[in-house]
């Protein structure tokens, strides 16, 4: 269950840079899966991409997978292309649609342990640390998440504490511990970055 957006604030306000964005943002809601399969569509689409590229390319996939989703495995090379996703990504999310795979994706609704859940996760190819972390937030809402892959994150930490090592970024997200996730979630607002929720 969530906590309070109060205790989380009141929690994550004894940083005092990271305080200087809470007073500024509006409290960052997590909002309920509509679909896990979807959900991995997306982030594989948003994988070492910009956010303005990844916008633009989730937007054109979107609007011809509504209708079409039935048909996708069927779906031609110049249909791909004009979506804009490359080879490797458009085989990644074909591989979704196949029963091996469905069927590891419908049992993450009943899987709750994080571990459990990176094992399954990463079992589909094209899904790794950051995926499965992007998973974890967005998907199952879960508030305790670090995506230390997650090259914005990184680099706005590197500028705003003076930090430089994955082991010194690592430390300091401890102290925001239970709720990392939403420390990462001010911090993403903060950028200004656009990311669909």
């Given at each position: 269950?969530?906590?309070?957006?109060?205790?989380?604030?009141?929690?994550?306000?004894?940083?005092?840079?990271?305080?200087?964005?809470?007073?500024?943002?509006?409290?960052?809601?997590?909002?309920?899966?509509?679909?896990?399969?979807?959900?991995?569509?997306?982030?594989?689409?948003?994988?070492?991409?910009?956010?303005?590229?990844?916008?633009?390319?989730?937007?054109?996939?979107?609007?011809?997978?509504?209708?079409?989703?039935?048909?996708?495995?069927?779906?031609?090379?110049?249909?791909?292309?004009?979506i804009g996703?490359?080879?490797?990504?458009?085989?990644?999310?074909?591989?979704?649609?196949?029963?091996?795979?469905?069927?590891?994706?419908?049992?993450?609704?009943?899987?709750?342990?994080?571990?459990?859940?990176?094992k399954s996760?990463?079992?589909?190819?094209?899904?790794?640390?950051?995926?499965?972390?992007?998973?974890?937030?967005?998907?199952?809402?879960?508030?305790?998440?670090?995506?230390?892959?997650?090259?914005?994150?990184?680099?706005?930490?590197?500028?705003?504490?003076?930090?430089?090592?994955?082991?010194?970024?690592?430390?300091?997200?401890?102290?925001?511990?239970?709720?990392?996730?939403?420390?990462?979630?001010?911090?993403?607002?903060?950028?200004?970055?656009?990311?669909?929720?």
């Amino acid at each position: 269950m969530s906590a309070l957006p109060q205790l989380i604030i009141s929690s994550l306000s004894d940083d005092k840079v990271l305080k200087k964005i809470i007073d500024e943002y509006e409290f960052p809601n997590l909002k309920p899966s509509q679909s896990y399969l979807e959900d991995l569509i997306k982030f594989i689409i948003y994988q070492q991409i910009s956010t303005k590229a990844g916008n633009t390319i989730y937007k054109r996939f979107h609007k011809f997978y509504q209708g079409n989703e039935s048909k996708i495995k069927n779906w031609t090379e110049e249909e791909w292309r004009s979506i804009g996703l490359s080879i490797q990504k458009k085989t990644y999310i074909e591989n979704f649609f196949s029963s091996e795979s469905l069927e590891v994706i419908n049992s993450l609704y009943q899987e709750e342990e994080i571990d459990a859940l990176k094992k399954s996760l990463t079992s589909l190819k094209g899904i790794g640390e950051w995926t499965a972390d992007m998973f974890l937030i967005f998907s199952k809402n879960y508030e305790d998440i670090f995506p230390i892959k997650d090259l914005a994150i990184v680099n706005i930490i590197k500028k705003l504490y003076n930090v430089q090592t994955e082991q010194e970024i690592l430390s300091l997200s401890k102290k925001w511990a239970p709720y990392r996730t939403y420390a990462c979630l001010y911090l993403w607002e903060s950028l200004n970055d656009n990311f669909p929720k």
